[in-house]
């Protein structure tokens, strides 16, 4: 009998996943897993050292793990002499050496990767990822025919197909969403419940000591290094948050607080994007506390939709609208990104609060994202694409499939409107309202002229009023058209004189 030759079966780092389709297609007896640390995917973007550090440890654990269940695995450090130091060099180079022909894989979440692997001259099959709940081509199904799409009657059929918070065929607690109960600001003292923190082990102490070596000098700060790497150990994160930011999660998703970083929010997104939880399962933890009665409704819908609702249209997105998203441009930005996006050296204490954060964090939620960094880049009329290349960099659960619709679609309205209806762009006040920012800050927020005024004010009507063109009509913000068709003449050639001002010395704001 002859013994046919060994297939490999690619596994990414943001692939970190048992029952993963490419190990579901693979013969153990026969076939070889490949798992690189390579260059390529290290630096396409300068990415924060923790998200580096995150994805090889989880790797190479991951490794461990396969092969502790008699998997082959074939695995190459970045240090290795032999690294390719890309995928598709790596996929050739194992294929030399262990006499396979093809390759299988679990298809990239990234329009770059897949594009390599089909271009790669040992023949890869890619199988459709289905570790997510919606599959492309059942996305484009729903999209087909709509004028617009809108989030939340996709999140209504996620409900209906998952069963999840569903009383027969209607939602639980008789509405489909409970927003009208949540997003207060924060109450006097609130703090971070911090989420567990993992002691490094040797693999992750080597891992850090490599990537310190390697890329300590990207924007980001390595240590303390924390973060879950096992699927273990990200099932006790899960835990943690269901039993003690979960119940409140609902109230205070929008909250900002300075100097803490967390609060309700679960600090999962880097595990489930790299593969160590998967949706389901986070989805019943936090229903069964709502059935158990440990966790209201509020917080459990709320939550629940931004995963099987906000997390499933965003990749629906990705891969609805192509590979050229992420250049979209469709107000026609251009100013380069200020250079304190990079050093969190500003005077405004929102965004140093938020900047400072993802430095020692890797991690910013989601309104400081949104309303802070991403509101002042949109007001400020930076380059769609630089802003995508930041928060690319700096988030250790940064991947493009989520990263861009987020960035381009709803942050910078930079695909003309896809993701959101409107432009998510306010005044200080929205911040005011939302956080404790402004009483520490060395601008006012309750002024919008003069170099003392908190420059997202001056900033919010001059984006208003160069864009008016496109935005007048939108019967969202025609009201504010008409606050500004009120005020006198004096007060808003002030506030333009005053945005115009800030623009000219925006890296010293
Ligand atoms: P929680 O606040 O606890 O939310 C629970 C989960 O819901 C998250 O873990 C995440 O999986 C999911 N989720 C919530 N909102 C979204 C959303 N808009 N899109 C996709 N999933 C969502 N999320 C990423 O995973 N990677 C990114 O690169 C990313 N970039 C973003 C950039 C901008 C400008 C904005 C506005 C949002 C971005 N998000 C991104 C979405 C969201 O901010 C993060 O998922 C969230 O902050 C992660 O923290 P958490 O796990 O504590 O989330
Ligand atoms: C993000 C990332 C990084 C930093 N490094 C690697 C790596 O060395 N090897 C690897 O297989 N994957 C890495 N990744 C994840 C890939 O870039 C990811 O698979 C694509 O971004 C597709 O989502």
Known sequence: MVNSPPRLILILGDQLSPAIVALREA??????????????????????????ALIFAAMRKFAQELRNDGWSVAYTRLDDAQNAQSLVGEVIRRAAETGAQEAIATAPAEWRVIAALEDCPIPVHQFPDD???????????????????????????????????????????????????????????????MPPQFEPDETVLEVLDLVELRFGAHFGRLRPFWFATTRAEALVALEDFI??????????????????AFLNHSILSMYLNIGLLNWREICEAAEAAYRKGTAPLNSVEGFIRQIIGWREYIRGIYFLEGPDYTSRNALGHSRSLPAFYWSGDTDMACLRDAILQTR???????????????NFALLAGVDP???HE????????????VEAPNVIGMSQFADGGIVASKPYVSGGNYIHKMSNHCGR?????????????????????????????????????????????????????????????????IDQL
Request: one cysteine or more; hydrophobic letters at 40%; glycine letters at 4%.
């Open 385 to 387: 694409k630089e802003v």
């Open 243 to 260: 039993q003690n930011r979960l119940p409140d999660f609902g109230r205070y998703q929008d909250a900002m607080v300075q100097g803490e």
């Open 27 to 52: 013969d153990k007896s026969r076939d070889i897993v490949v798992m690189a640390e390579v260059w390529d995917e290290a630096s396409y973007v300068p990415h924060h050292p923790k998200k580096i």
């Open 131 to 193: 570790r997510f709940l919606c599959h492309a081509s059942e996305f484009a199904d729903w999209a087909e025919g709509r004028k617009e799409l809108r989030m939340e009657f996709f999140y209504r059929e996620m409900r209906r197909k998952t069963g999840i918070l569903m009383a027969g065929d209607h939602p639980e607690g008789g509405k489909w969403n409970f927003d009208h109960d949540n997003r207060e600001p924060p109450k006097e003292g609130l703090s971070n419940r």
């Open 360 to 374: 020692d964090h890797a991690y910013s939620h989601h309104i400081q994202r949104l309303m802070v960094t991403g």
């Open 390 to 401: 930041w928060y690319l960099a700096v988030y250790a659960d940064a991947f493009e499939w």
């Open 441 to 505: 800050c060395a601008y006012k927020v309750k002024e919008k002229i003069g170099a003392q005024a908190c420059p997202f004010n001056a900033f919010y009507w001059h984006f208003l009023i160069r864009n008016k063109e496109k935005f007048a009509k939108n019967p969202r913000m025609a009201q504010m058209y008409r606050v500004w068709a009120k005020m006198d003449a004096d007060t808003c050639a002030a506030t333009l004189e005053t945005a115009e001002a800030n623009l000219a010395r």
